[in-house]
């Protein structure tokens, strides 16, 4: 059975290894077919495919874009993308402005707390200043000893409800389909357990993901819990969707999942892959 990972970061968005380094650290771990899926981000997938190649890995080009929908952020995997494609490069660089603005007013709110010098700290854990995001405020935090690690920054300034989180108004679902398929891609719904939904709010963006084109969700992602697994195989089940199963993978010893450490999907689904190669 091939081991399959479709969901990874680099340090060209919120990651901290370089995309070949992600590549030698998926292929130490056994995986035989790779995605790098960087945030609003392709600028990876040059230096990725080549390391793939010479690693003897199949690679599937990605991307993981930011969507607001019921008032909150999700994201969708891009998977198969040509990422020369003007419209789906075009919205990402939009994307990547958003984020730039979003960062100078968490750093405002964290100067603030009391906080000085935090846009200049983050700026020192992001290899591509265009995607710089709270994850790199949470080093800058963890490194200047104002958090025990990097949940507790979160937890403490940056999530929802806290003083230096910023809200912001992403792509919308249709767009970022749009996006996707214009570049001859497969949408995936990314870690669908992570979002605090309403049963009536999870089927509406089920639903609606349906009626766009979306063609799967990640069942299998080291986001969800093992219960999880199986909620979401169901669920793929009853919509139709393909499954699809990535280990969301940032850095080594963070999250559950390591590159490829992660259980096969569920009996009875069609994945993701089953035509991308």
């Keep these: 059975m091939l081991n399959i990972d479709l969901h990874s970061h680099?340090?060209?968005?919120?990651g901290v290894l370089p995309p070949a380094a992600v590549a030698a650290r998926a292929q130490g771990n056994g995986v035989d077919v790779w995605a790098l899926t960087d945030h609003d981000e392709t600028s990876g997938l040059d230096e990725a495919a080549t390391a793939a190649r010479?690693?003897?890995?199949?690679?599937v080009p990605g991307v993981e874009i930011s969507v607001t929908f019921c008032d909150k952020t999700i994201h969708i995997v891009g998977l198969g993308i040509d990422a020369a494609q003007?419209?789906?490069?075009?919205?990402?660089?939009?994307?990547?402005?958003?984020?730039?603005?979003?960062?100078?007013?968490?750093a405002r709110r964290l100067a603030a707390c009391g906080i000085d010098g935090a846009f200049e700290g983050a700026l020192r854990h992001v290899d591509n200043p265009d995607l710089i995001g709270r994850v790199h405020f949470a080093r800058f935090l963890l490194e200047q000893g104002h958090c025990k690690n990097l949940q507790h920054a979160f937890d403490r300034y940056l999530k929802d409800g806290r003083p230096a989180f910023v809200p912001v108004q992403w792509v919308g679902l249709a767009q970022a389909l749009g996006w996707i398929h214009a570049a001859g891609g497969k949408a995936v719904i990314a870690h669908p357990g992570r979002y605090k939904y309403t049963p009536a709010q999870r089927n509406a963006l089920f639903d609606a993901f349906k009626d766009l084109g979306g063609q799967g969700i990640e069942v299998v992602t080291g986001s969800h819990t093992p219960t999880q697994y199986q909620q979401y195989a169901r669920l793929a089940a009853f919509y139709g969707f393909e499954a699809s199963r990535g280990s969301d993978f940032h850095a080594p010893g963070v999250g559950r999942a390591d590159l490829g450490n992660m259980p096969a999907l569920p009996e009875g689904l069609t994945p993701i892959w089953h035509d991308l190669f």
């Design 86 to 106: 003007p419209t789906l490069c075009a919205g990402l660089a939009a994307a990547r402005r958003s984020r730039f603005e979003r960062a100078h007013e968490i």
């Design 54 to 59: 010479v690693l003897g890995m199949r690679f």
């Design 10 to 14: 680099s340090c060209q968005s919120d």
